[in-house]
């Protein structure tokens, strides 16, 4: 076990230095930081000044070094655009993300999974095929397009939800939370069915291919031969074991969602980080660009990490000593 | 005259017209298609033509409700652009950057899964090691990504001078691995079967053996990858247009239409928006069951 981990954390490892290399790049070599940071007028005194106290006459890979320790202690330097510390701009915004995020994952488990076992218990009725040519819909709909559509049907048209920001928020420290006002949450949930329909769709398909799956194994069938009731056998044997792809998928795709929470925050004027970072890329603010970058990796590769790992806890076969 | 009748009694043919989806997708797909790209023919006004535009056009709803009238069947927009030319022209910067991202795709996804698989060893583990990472990150953030390192590099009149061509390759190198992986596990495979030994053996260079041998073996798998990644390449060009880091204003595709529009939902006028999306899901959605029709079909274990 020990081994294997190691393994999976010096694979991880190459992949967070490379993306740290191009975050670097950017920082450096793309747009100058010298000229943003002095204005029009300033003296060859003044620059050199300030040159050193960036570091930047030093050699490169001394200044990548830096860049990483910085990068470690949450140091991104200043955003161009804004003149306010990136870490500040993160950590003040991530909350409504992760929030965001969080709620997305629920509308898309909540729904999604009850909808696969039924589609993939009942295949033939009805309400099977409409939920099937839903899923098909919703994958092909583009996550922008679901928000308009949905800003028009219940802000505009009925006017019960409303449409952007995150209504009244209160602060538990630093982290501010939108989950303990009425506003709050009704701000919450168009986002939330937007960001989450996607991964709702997926889910709905995975678990109605496993489901449909299982019912044909022979342990299924077994069961029945010994006369269990059909809802044990349903959900004691079938769906018990359709939950171990499931668990990976969402794990996996936890990462998107907050990746497409770009364009979801972006609907819907919502003040998290994905809306940050759009608008550092119209404005090439490089050191909110190379943050996002960063924090986003190290959310993936974490990730992929935890998933790898919890295959191993669950799957005998990796352990029996293959490794990987 | 024969060649048509040989395709036509064809299995592919033959599955095509027993598959209504794939009918009827097929008959939208055409009709986006041919309205795009005949744009300039089929539409009934020039949206770029300022001098045709009226103001006291403006906001004109579609016909079907009370104050629209036939001139313009699905209304105009705020400066009284007709809605629907607007999408006719729009659909067409979207045909446009879709095919051309997917052809980059799909030109560099075979390149490096041929050179891959029929090289192996540490080219091999180097190129895969990179695409396995790419695979790993949301192709519309990798987009995202190169989009903003260019606006941040180019000059700004430089880079709305080529912006078409940035978002080209923005998102044309977001989608190449697939495109190699596929051709990779196939030339992996040939690599070692006897005509291909026979054929080296005769003395054919490796390029040729690649293209003439090796290739022609993952067309119709490279058929499908491309016609389910166009689907993906409109709507990631579209996104990124939404987001405003796409095209530039002078030359809207569907997705810019629809970040237009949306600044009118509140006042009432949706049609802006609607529409536009409709022309988009249509288009994307008969291309994808078309590229899902033509994976089943060309399975021989499906048959």
């Known amino acids: 076990m020990p081994a294997f981990v190691l393994s999976r954390i010096l694979q991880a490892l190459p992949v967070m230095l490379a993306v740290a290399l191009i ?26 000044a300030l040159v050193a106290a960036l570091g930047l006459d030093q050699p490169v890979p001394i200044q990548f070094l830096r860049f990483i320790g910085n990068a470690l202690h949450g140091e991104f330097g200043l955003s161009y655009r804004l003149s306010r510390p990136v870490s500040a701009l993160f950590a003040e915004r991530a909350p409504a993300t992760l929030e965001l995020a969080f709620c997305a994952s629920v509308v898309a488990l909540a729904v999604g999974l009850p909808a696969g076992v039924y589609t993939g218990l009942r295949p033939r009725s009805p309400l099977s095929r409409a939920l099937l040519t839903f899923s098909l819909v919703g994958v092909s709909l583009p996550t922008f397009l679901i928000g308009s559509l949905l800003i028009l049907v219940f802000s505009v048209w009925l006017g019960w939800l409303p449409s952007f920001g995150r209504g009244d ?15 709050g949450l009704k701000a919450l949930i168009l986002p939330s069915i937007t960001l989450g329909l996607f991964q709702l769709t997926l889910i709905l398909r995975l678990v109605r291919s496993e489901m ?22 349903n959900f004691g044997h079938a769906l018990r074991n359709t939950l171990v792809p499931v668990i990976t998928i969402v794990g996996l795709q936890l990462g998107s969602i907050i990746a497409f929470s770009i364009v979801t925050e972006t609907v819907f004027q919502w003040p998290g980080m994905g809306l940050l970072f759009i608008q550092s890329v119209s404005s090439a603010d490089i050191p909110v660009m190379a943050a996002y970058l960063l924090l986003i990796s190290a959310v993936f590769v974490t990730i992929n990490l935890v998933v790898d790992l919890l295959y191993y806890a669950v799957d005998p076969r990796l352990r029996a000593g293959r490794g990987h | 005259m024969n060649t048509i009748a040989r395709a036509w009694d064809s299995d592919l043919a033959y599955s095509f017209r027993r598959s209504p989806t794939a009918v009827l997708s097929a008959i939208v797909a055409l009709i986006c298609i041919v309205g795009a790209v005949a744009a300039p023919v089929l539409a009934p006004y020039n949206p770029f033509d300022l001098a045709s535009l009226d103001l006291m056009d403006a906001f004109n709803p579609p016909a079907f409700m009370p104050e629209g009238s036939l001139a313009h069947p699905i209304g105009t927009d705020d400066q009284g652009r007709d809605v629907l030319s607007a999408i006719m022209y729009g659909a067409r910067m979207s ?37 396995d990472v790419q695979l790993t990150f ?6 995202l990504l190169v989009d903003g390192v260019a606006r941040a590099a180019l000059p700004r009149d430089l880079h709305d001078q080529i912006a078409v061509y940035v978002v080209i390759f923005a998102i044309g190198i ?32 490796p390029a040729r053996i690649m293209l003439t041998h090796v290739l022609p073996n993952v067309l119709g798998p ?44 509140f006042s009432g006028e949706w049609w802006i928006t609607v529409f536009p999306g409709v022309a988009l899901i249509a288009m994307v959605l008969s291309v994808n069951l078309l590229g899902d029709w033509l994976r089943d079909a060309l399975n021989p274990r499906l048959r």
């Open chain 1, 23 to 48: 975050a670097f790049t950017l920082f450096t070599f793309v747009g100058d930081p010298i000229a943003t940071m002095l204005g029009q007028e300033f003296s060859v005194a003044q620059r050199d």
């Open chain 1, 169 to 183: 928020t209160v602060q538990l420290g630093w982290w501010s939370t939108g989950f303990l006002t009425l506003s």
């Open chain 1, 212 to 233: 449909l799956e299982v019912m044909r194994s022979d342990y299924v069938k077994f069961a029945r031969a010994r006369g269990l009731r059909d809802r044990s056998i």
């Open chain 2, 95 to 131: 045909l446009f950057v879709g095919v051309s991202a997917t052809v980059f795709s799909l030109l560099l996804g075979v390149l490096l899964g041929l050179l891959a698989g029929y090289a192996g060893g540490t080219l091999d583990a180097v190129l895969m090691r990179i695409a």
């Open chain 2, 138 to 143: 949301p192709n519309i953030l990798i987009a």
């Open chain 2, 174 to 205: 977001s989608d190449w691995p697939r495109f190699a992986r596929t051709v990779r596990g196939s030339a992996m495979v040939e690599r070692n079967k006897e005509y291909v030994l026979a054929a080296r053996v005769i003395g054919i260079g």
């Open chain 2, 222 to 265: 490279l058929l499908v990858l491309a016609t389910l990644n166009l689907g993906l390449a409109i709507i990631s060009e579209a996104t990124l247009s939404f987001l405003g880091v796409g095209l530039p204003q002078t030359q809207p595709s569907l997705g810019t239409l629809i970040r237009v529009g949306n600044d009118f939902l």
